[in-house]
């Protein structure tokens, strides 16, 4: 099976990564590529303890403050490797042609957003989440962008004007931070495989940090006017960065737009 | 100096995913991995630059005719993780490029691996090629 052999091969190069050591030289120590973060539980050799419990704030809730980055399996499917979605006719036509032209009008090669969640997925590059009484913010390092998750207990707004994030507001059930997020702008791709939605979608989602180094995600897509049924997606699992700050990054050179096929 | 990238971060191997993705790039819609090359010359520029790292060097043919071909690499976010600095790799130096071509018959390619050849280290190129 073509995901086996794929494994495989990304576990020779994980081994092969993984032999090399890693060496910081001398002026490494005033990067902030590698830099000790206060409040970081440590093994006694000093090294982070990502099986310890997880951090609260001080009104008692699981704090999810941290750098994350989304195991690889969600990047094409969010509903999980193989799983086929119904879909409305004019959105599997659409999904058929993101996929038989390989992405090739995906936004991001423009330097244009995600959207939700696919920006939490990019593969090897992450994101920030800051957690605040009334606001968590996810910070994106993948061209420098970032949603606002308001816990002040607002309602979504009426009729707001469309968003590549959408409008998102955030509540504690128990241990799990629930948000809702809508009015969304048509065009942004659900995962990496280009699901499509409609300006009808409305995305719930549930995270869990069940201890310091994870983080976990459900998704529940509902969008009546491009899927007849809402859908779930496979929980998602982050694993933190720790002792890292995030990377500016901006589109300085983009040029991929110039070399794929089609679009000369 | 040459020390500083002498090995590959082992923090590679934790971002590199472990499922069948295209990653964020559509590596598919431009390069062909039936299409493997292997070129050595000397880097004539190098763009550190998002969103993604980009250097040309003089390839040099049996009949001494140089072509400047370019490559493309991962973001310098994650070279810079995998313990490349923006010196790691300077214009002047010659190295061995091992990747994919455009699909578009241009003298460019994708990056897997170069190898700087002055003292044979190897530095994987964070490239999307390598997240599938």
Request: aromatic share 20%; charged share 25%.
């Given at each position: 099976m073509t995901f086996l052999t794929d494994a495989a091969k990304r576990l020779q190069v994980s081994i092969a990564a993984m032999t090399m050591l890693f060496v910081m030289a001398g002026p490494a120590s005033a990067q902030w590529l590698n830099i000790p973060l206060p409040g970081t539980p440590r093994t006694p050799d000093g090294k982070p303890n990502l099986m310890a419990p997880a951090p609260k704030t001080t009104d008692g809730k699981?704090?999810?403050s941290g750098i994350w980055h989304a195991d690889g399996r969600y990047l094409d499917n969010l509903a999980g490797e193989g799983v086929d979605v119904p879909m409305h006719p004019w959105?599997?036509?659409?999904?058929?042609?993101r996929m038989d032209t390989l992405g090739r009008d995906k936004p991001q090669l423009h330097c244009l957003p995600h959207g939700v969640p696919d920006a939490m997925l990019v593969a090897a590059i992450p994101f920030k989440i800051v957690q605040t009484?009334?606001?968590?913010?996810?910070?994106?390092?993948?061209?420098?962008?970032?949603?606002?998750?308001?816990t002040d207990g607002r309602s979504l707004p009426n009729d707001p004007n469309p968003a590549w994030f959408g409008y998102s507001i955030g509540k504690w059930e128990g241990d799990t931070f629930v948000v809702e997020t809508a009015g969304f702008k048509e065009g942004t791709w659900l995962d990496n495989g280009g699901h499509p939605h409609s300006d009808a979608l409305h995305i719930t989602e549930r995270f869990r940090r069940p201890n310091f180094g994870t983080l976990e995600l459900d998704v529940a897509i509902d969008?009546?006017?491009?899927?007849?049924?809402?859908?779930?997606?496979?929980?998602?699992?982050?694993?933190?960065l720790p002792d890292t700050e995030l990377l500016e990054h901006l589109c300085e050179n983009e040029r991929d737009a110039q070399h794929l096929l089609g679009n000369q | 100096m040459k020390t500083r990238f002498a090995v590959i971060v082992a923090g590679l191997g934790l971002l590199l995913s472990a499922g069948p993705a295209l990653a964020h790039h559509a590596f598919a819609a431009e390069y062909d991995a039936k299409k493997p090359i292997k070129l050595t010359g000397a880097v004539t520029k190098l763009e550190w630059l998002n969103p993604h790292t980009w250097f040309y060097i003089d390839v040099k043919d049996d009949n001494g005719k140089v072509t400047?071909?370019?490559?493309?690499?991962g973001s310098p976010n994650i070279l810079l993780r995998a313990g490349w600095t923006r010196n790691s790799m300077k214009p002047g130096d010659v190295v061995t490029v091992e990747g994919s071509r455009a699909k578009d018959g241009s003298n460019n390619g994708n990056v897997k691996v170069v190898t700087l050849v002055s003292t044979g280290q190897r530095l994987f190129a964070g490239s999307s090629q390598e997240q599938q």
């Open positions: 699981p704090d999810l959105a599997a036509a659409l999904y058929k042609q009484p009334r606001e968590v913010m996810v910070l994106y390092e993948e061209f420098n962008q970032y949603r606002q998750i308001f969008d009546p006017k491009a899927y007849p049924k809402p859908w779930k997606s496979a929980t998602i699992h982050f694993k933190l | 400047n071909w370019g490559f493309e690499m």
